[in-house]
């Protein structure tokens, strides 16, 4: 059995000892100095989950985390997300594109008219050549600033998009290679890099020795594991969001505890994802604890690979049976929603499935005692796992939860632990791929996004989107969600959008696709200092609206 209890740092968590002890030394190893002398600057220092720095070029790896703390800090798209209000979920706002709209006389091509008098940090004007240029850096192959890493980390994210062609000096048309209504939400993943910059060496390596973008913030002092500075950028192009501190520094701090440590010291103001059991010490502290509900997933992706134990439906819905969630909740310190599927009940696109998810598990051995399983007889399976990352929470905790309920129910299972990056680079390869063969492992934990319709269900459960063309690790093969998926995407009626991704989920649903788990309240801890801070409803964060008090 996987015994987190052998894992440096991890203890501290299980038995549920004292985050103070070795405060010292928990900060000495995240790499942080003792804060310098900051008369005259106002400075935010913040803890990622992250083991690293998130790449800085244009499309940032580290998953969400990256997005949120570099990709969206240095960058823009040319649909920004509106996360301004702590009630109302975060939308698709203008940004680059002042306005975007479909051809009347033609579904396969879109619009958009670019704002004039942006210009990126090097000093040069943002333009349609821009944007026909950043296009080319993910997609063609064959030009000379084409980045294969940037190309995969973005591919998930675009795939509609077929050409991207200068109309005029503001303005591109976007051919796709199919009817989507999901355009909007995809350009917004889609990151502008400024052309001259690049120019000026024809090297990515280079480029982000000195990064540019059009963003909010400008790159500083990058320290590789320890910290990168995000300086204002005072000349930014919506006066709305210019930040109003002068830098933030930016720390990767994985361990848990070690993050909490270097909150208490006030050698960082602003935390990701405290750990639950400390959540009544920082209080005690003076800390802010801010939670929010946001489209989140934590979820076991199972394989549907020839030979895997999860291509028997009455195995999946015992695995779904036999998770405890309401203990799991208040194991996290309620700061999660128990899952009913693979959206939060009552979401939009929830539907109305037939099989309920609950903790049954006299229900859940009776199937695996008709699929030939029993307690001298388990069925072994192996998940891959993160020690940490975006949107993970306290994975290997969790994990150590679920395998304990699971094992209950007939079955072994194992544990594939992996750093949060190279889990992201293993799960951009399908459940059939070299690496998950030799590996043995047959399920994976990478929380997934719920922000839009493509990213919710479409990109993890549609035929088409095996990976790397989507998030369909699994190899899920349905066309009945397929023909859904479809009929989806291509109307632009949004009452039937919504109707037909209703019909999928709860198929989806109906069919144990999944193990579900939990939803993520994004829990953050905030020293007292740290004002004007909007926790919107989404995985992506606004840090120019954050004040820190002397």
Known sequence: MFDLKSRPGISKWTRRTSYLSGVAALVMAAGIAAPAAQAQEKVLRVAMTAADIPTNVGQPDQGFEGFRFMGYMLYDALINWDLSSADQPAKPMPALAESWAIDPNNNLRWVFNLRKGVKFHDGSDFTADDVVWNFAKVRDDKAPQYDPKQAALVAVRIPALKEVNKVDDYTVEIITVEPSAYVPYQVSFWLMSSQEQWEKTKDWVEFAKDPSGTGPWKQGKLTPRASVEMLANKEYWDPKRVPKVDKVILRPIPEASARVAALLSGQVDFVEAPPPDAVPRLKQSGMK???????????????????????????????NLCVDRDNMVE?????????????????????????DIAFKPDEARKLMKEAGFSKEKPLTVKIAVSTSGSGQMQPLPMFEFMQANLNECFFDVQAEVMEWNALLAFGRQPANSPEAKSSNVNGIIISRALQDPYSALERSYMSTRITPKGSNWGLVNNPEYDALFKKASESFDLAEQNKALQEVHAKIVDNAEWIWIVHDVNPRAISPKVKGFVQAKSWFQDLTSVTVEK
């Not at 979820?299 to 028997?312: I, Q």
């Open 289 to 319: 604890i801010i939670t929010n509900a946001y489209p989140h997933n934590w979820a076991v992706e199972l394989s549907k690979a020839e030979g895997s134990p999860w291509n028997d439906v009455n195995v999946r819905k015992a695995a």
């Open 331 to 355: 194991l996290l310190g309620g700061l999660a929603i128990a899952s009913k599927g693979h959206v939060p009940p009552g979401d939009t696109w929830f539907g109305k499935p037939s099989f």
